[in-house]
C-alpha cells in the first residue's frame, strides 16, 4: 500500500480551528477512483501548528507527503517538508494551494524538497498524478504541474461537479483529523467556485478562470443537514461572491435558517458578500438575520479614489447608489460594514482622507474595516511589470492573524506589504495608520462618532479636521488618548520595520487583537474617567477653533456619546437622563432643544468574566455592532419640562 500523509496548517481561534478542506476535496475525489483507493492508505492530515515535530516523525516511511500551502501556513509547511525530505528521501512531496507561486523561476533551487507543484484546480490534477505514480512514475503528460524538469500546460477547468465527492457527506473531514478535547472544527463550505472579478490585489479570479460554477443544491441541503448532524458552529462560506445567484442563494439562506432556528446549529455562517451587493441581497441577509446567522453585510469599496480604482482594475457602484443603499440596509436593520486598503498604487495621503470623509460623512454605513495591501505570489498586483510602472515598495511582514491564539508555536509565518507606490511615502503610509485608527477606534467602534458628528452638523467641522486636532491634541497633552496615540505610533513604526503587527496585552485576554480593538477595550475601562478625558479633548478643539458650546450641552452630548457605548455592567437595562432631544437631533435631524428625555436599551452584553466580555462585545460581537448601540434603537420617555430652543454663539 502506497502510505499517503497531507498537510493543511491552520491557527486555532478560541479552541476553534478549520477542517483541512482543502486537502479533503482532494482526498475525497481520490477515494473515489478505485485503483488509486485500493492501492493507497491515507492517514490523518497534519492541521495543528504545535504537532508539526510529531508529524515529522510520522513520515518516517510515507511514500507522498500532499501539502496545502497558504499564506499562513507556508513556513511551517516548507519546515516540514525539508525535514521530511531529510527523514524520507524517497518521499514525492507535492505542492499545491494559492501560496505556490505560477511565476516559479528559482522556485526548485530554494525549496529543493519539494518535487512537484500543482499549479490551478487540484482535483483532476492529483488524481492525474497518483495514476502516474501508480503506472511508472513518469509525470511529464500530467498537465498542471511543474518539477525541476519541466513545467506543463494547464489543467482544464472543472466544469462537473458532480463527480467531486462531497468530504462531509463521506464523513470523510472526521477520517483526515484526530479529534482533540476542547477543539471545535470549522467547515469551510464551497457553494460555488470562481469570481469574475480582476481585482489586481486578488488571486481569486486568476486563481480559479473567472468563470463561476456551483454545485447542486441538492448536495448543498444535505451537507446543511451534515452540519447539523455533526454538530458544526461555525460554516466559513468560501464563496468569492455569496449573494451573486440571488434565486438560488436565497434558497440556501432559508435552508440555514430552517436548519439554525430547528436544530440550534450552525450558530455562525461567514459567507464573502457578492462585490456588488444591492437590494437584492436584503432578502438573504434577513433570512440569517432571524436565525441569529447575520453579522453584517459587506458592501466594499476597496478605495473612493478613482484613479486607484483604474489601477487596481475595480470597478464601484456609483456614488450616490453606495450612499442610498447603505441607507437602505440601515433603514432595514441590516448591519454593513465596507472595506477599504490602505497602500493601493494610487493612493496617496490626501486621496486616503477624502474617501474616509466621504463614507463617514456620507453614507450610513456601519463600520469602516482598514486592511493592509497584501501582495499575494499569484495576484495580478505581483507581476514584475505592474509593479514596476507603479513603483511598488513592499517588505516582507510577520503575518497577524487577529484573534489567534499567542500559544500557536515558534515558526513565523510572513506576507508581502506595501510600503510604498509611486502616489506615497512610507511616511506617508504611516500618517495613514493614524487615520485608520481614529476612524475605526473612534469613528467605527463609537468611542467619538457622535461628538464628531454634532461638530460637522452644527460647526461644519469636517470629521478629517475633527481628527486632526484630536491627533494634536494627543501630541500635547497627557490623556489615556495620548497614552493609545503612543501605542499606534510604536505599533506602526514596529509594523513597518517588519517587527509583526501582533499587539498582546495581557489584561485583555490570551490573543492577539487588532490594536483598534485594543483601544476601545483600554477606553472603555473607566467611564468616568472617558469622560474626564472628552471633556478636557472637547475644551482643547473649541478653544482652537474658537467655538463658544455651552458647557451644559458638551456635559450632556458627551454623556450620551458614552451612554451609546457597551461597558461591563450587570444591568439588564441601561437608562440615563439628558438634557436635550439627542436622538431627535441625530436620527431624524431636527434642531436641538433643552428638552428632558430619559433613553434607555437593553444591554447588548452581559457577562461578569472581563475576558469573555471583551470577546463577546468587540471580537464576536464586532460585525454583530454589539459594542455601541445607534441612537434610532433607544428607546425614549420624554419628561414635562418648558422646551426652548438652543442659542449657539456664532463660530
Not at 432 to 442: D, K
Request: include cysteine; charged fraction near 25%.
Amino acid at each position: 500500500m502506497i502510505q499517503v500523509n497531507s498537510s493543511q496548517f491552520n491557527y486555532q481561534y478560541f479552541g476553534q480551528i478549520h477542517f483541512p478542506f482543502s486537502i479533503a476535496l482532494l482526498v475525497a475525489y481520490l477515494k473515489s477512483q478505485k485503483n488509486i483507493n485500493q492501492s493507497c492508505k491515507f492517514h490523518k492530515t497534519f492541521v495543528f501548528r504545535d504537532k508539526v515535530d510529531d508529524y515529522i516523525k510520522q513520515c518516517k516511511n510515507t511514500d507522498v507527503l500532499l501539502c496545502s500551502c497558504y499564506v499562513w501556513n507556508w513556513e511551517i509547511t516548507t519546515h516540514l517538508a525539508k525535514e521530511v525530505k531529510k527523514l524520507n528521501p524517497n518521499c514525492t512531496i507535492i505542492f499545491g494551494g494559492p501560496q505556490v507561486p505560477r511565476q516559479s523561476e528559482g522556485f526548485f533551487e530554494k525549496y529543493p524538497f519539494v518535487d512537484i507543484i500543482v499549479h490551478g484546480e487540484g482535483e483532476y490534477i492529483i488524481k492525474n498524478i497518483f495514476n502516474a505514480y501508480l503506472k511508472d512514475r513518469d509525470y511529464s503528460n500530467v498537465k498542471g504541474i511543474e518539477t525541476k524538469l519541466f513545467k506543463n500546460q494547464p489543467e482544464s477547468r472543472i466544469n462537473d461537479f458532480e463527480e467531486l465527492p462531497s468530504p462531509y457527506l463521506t464523513n470523510l473531514v472526521w477520517d483526515l483529523v484526530e479529534k482533540r478535547k476542547g477543539v471545535q472544527w470549522i467547515a469551510s463550505w464551497e457553494t460555488n467556485r470562481g469570481c469574475p472579478y480582476a481585482c489586481t490585489f486578488c488571486d481569486w479570479g486568476s486563481a480559479t478562470n473567472t468563470k463561476l460554477r456551483t454545485w447542486s443544491e441538492e448536495r448543498l441541503f444535505k451537507e446543511i443537514e451534515w452540519f447539523v448532524d455533526n454538530k458544526i458552529n461555525y460554516i466559513d462560506c468560501c464563496d468569492a461572491n455569496f449573494g451573486i445567484l440571488q434565486e438560488r442563494d436565497m434558497r440556501i439562506a432559508e435552508k440555514l435558517k430552517e436548519a439554525a432556528m430547528e436544530k440550534n446549529f450552525p450558530e455562525v455562517v461567514r459567507p464573502n458578500w457578492a462585490k456588488f451587493s444591492s437590494e437584492k441581497i436584503i432578502p438573504i441577509a434577513k433570512k440569517f438575520q432571524e436565525a441569529g446567522l447575520l453579522r453584517a453585510v459587506t458592501l466594499s469599496v476597496q478605495s473612493m479614489d478613482e484613479g486607484t480604482l483604474d489601477i487596481i482594475k475595480r470597478e464601484n457602484m456609483k456614488f450616490n447608489e453606495f450612499s442610498e443603499l447603505t441607507a437602505t440596509f440601515r433603514k432595514n436593520g441590516i448591519p454593513t460594514y465596507t472595506e477599504i486598503i490602505i497602500g493601493l498604487p494610487g493612493e496617496s495621503l490626501e486621496s486616503f482622507k477624502n474617501g474616509l470623509e466621504t463614507l463617514v460623512s456620507d453614507t450610513k454605513v456601519g463600520s469602516i474595516e482598514i486592511y493592509d495591501c497584501k501582495v499575494l505570489p499569484n495576484a495580478p498586483m505581483n507581476d514584475p511589470m505592474y509593479i514596476k510602472r507603479y513603483k511598488i515598495k513592499t517588505i516582507r511582514s510577520p503575518i497577524f492573524l487577529a484573534h489567534s491564539q499567542i500559544d500557536h508555536g515558534t515558526i513565523q509565518e510572513y506576507e508581502y506589504i506595501t510600503v510604498g507606490a509611486f502616489s506615497f511615502t512610507l511616511d506617508d503610509l504611516k500618517e495613514m495608520n493614524l487615520y485608520r485608527w481614529m476612524v475605526q477606534t473612534l469613528h467605527s467602534l463609537g468611542i467619538l462618532e457622535y461628538i464628531s458628528t454634532y461638530y460637522k452638523k452644527i460647526h461644519g467641522l469636517s470629521v478629517m479636521k475633527f481628527f486632526e486636532t484630536f491627533l494634536e491634541f494627543c501630541r500635547i497633552h497627557e490623556s489615556i488618548f495620548s497614552l493609545e496615540y503612543e501605542k499606534i505610533v510604536n505599533h506602526v513604526d514596529n509594523g513597518y520595520a517588519g517587527k509583526g503587527w501582533d499587539h498582546y496585552d495581557p489584561n485583555l485576554g490570551d490573543i492577539f487583537w487588532p490594536i483598534e480593538e485594543a483601544s476601545w477595550l483600554r477606553l472603555i475601562d473607566g467611564k468616568k474617567k472617558l469622560v474626564e478625558e472628552i471633556l478636557s479633548f472637547l475644551a482643547f478643539l473649541e478653544e482652537k477653533h474658537g467655538y463658544r458650546t455651552p458647557i451644559n450641552i458638551l456635559d450632556d452630548l458627551t454623556k450620551f456619546q458614552v451612554f451609546l457605548l457597551t461597558v461591563r455592567t450587570e444591568d439588564k437595562i441601561k437608562s440615563e437622563d439628558f438634557e436635550f432631544n439627542w436622538k431627535n437631533f441625530f436620527v431624524d435631524g431636527r434642531e436641538l432643544k433643552h428638552a428632558k428625555r430619559k433613553y434607555s436599551y437593553r444591554n447588548l452584553v452581559i457577562e461578569n468574566d472581563p475576558f469573555e466580555w471583551n470577546y463577546k462585545t468587540i471580537w464576536f460581537g464586532r460585525f454583530k455592532k454589539k459594542y455601541k448601540m445607534h441612537p434610532e434603537n433607544i428607546q425614549e420617555e420624554k419628561s414635562e419640562v418648558k422646551v426652548d430652543m438652543i442659542p449657539f454663539a456664532a463660530d
